[in-house]
């Protein structure tokens, strides 16, 4: 894509037009080198318009209604007058490395909404099925206007809290009445969330939901950490507490932005992305330059014939 064209794609994107979006975003996702050299340039020439969304992870295991909240509680923020948009991470096909689960047909209302733009992306193996360019899909849908920003994950294992790293509110969602052994260790999750909410509180599980809170309530007061998270119950199916759930998430970027800790949050939220970056360019040129050496080196590792060091450090000697 030529100058003019990335110029023309950066217009249309901060015109708000949606077609241009999921072109700019499907552009951010592809693997190709020429095309991450036009993300770059895309994303390069967004950048001042970019900044000012709400940003926000949800997490927490597969059936604990990550999707059935994102869709009740978009629909309310959507009335209220704000651009929702919704990047939901979903498992790769491992045939074909696309998304799987079909995110749309699980928010059925919000999908339909005019001020809401919801976009499945393939996590592609990438840690705790947080897509690489889910940052970059960030700050497209951000210079278009979208004031909120919602990131769904899978929600599988505790490398899922990678999402904490791009969010300024990071959300966890739990199951009344389920042990340690489905939710995932907890200790993790106590430690990175803002935010705890017990999903489901609502008819015979109204009960247990409100001992899982308690306890997650007494779990988080024994970390003792100088901003614990906010612990409350809700019920994505009736709509009750979602009120208290979003004010629960200004509250705490209230807080973060009146001590400054926002902006810090922002500026080693970038630093990371870089990092990410660099590790994830490093790779695709090894990949291409020194393939065969690795595959090499991989065999004999899995053998005990060489060393996981040594093998490393040949592989990366082939660096220019």
Known sequence: MAGAGLNDLAARVAAGERAALARAITLVESRRADHRAEASAL????????????????????????????DALGMRLVAAGHRVAVLAIDPSSTRTGGAILGDKTRMTRLSAERNAFIRPSPSAGSLGGVAA????????????????VIVETVGV????????????????LMLPGAGDELQGIKKGLLERADIIAVNKADGDALHPARRAAAELLSAVKILASEDPP???????????????????????????????RLA??????????????IRDGLDAYLAKHAGAARAEAEAAVREGTLAPSAAATDILGRLP
């Open 43 to 70: 994303i390069q020439a967004l950048l001042d318009r970019t900044g000012k969304a709400i940003r926000v992870g949800i997490t927490g295991v597969p059936g604990v209604g990550k999707s059935t909240l994102i």
């Open 133 to 148: 360019k889910t940052r970059e899909a960030m700050l497209i849908v951000e210079a278009a206007g979208f004031d909120i």
């Open 157 to 172: 294992g505790q490398s899922e809290l990678a999402v904490a790293e791009m969010v300024d509110t990071f959300v966890a």
């Open 230 to 260: 906010r612990v409350l119950t809700l019920s994505a199916a009736t709509g009750d507490r979602l009120d208290d759930l979003w004010q629960a998430v200004l509250d705490h970027r209230a807080r973060l932005a009146a001590d400054g």
């Open 264 to 277: 810090t949050r922002r500026r080693e939220q970038g630093v990371v992305w870089m990092r990410d970056m």
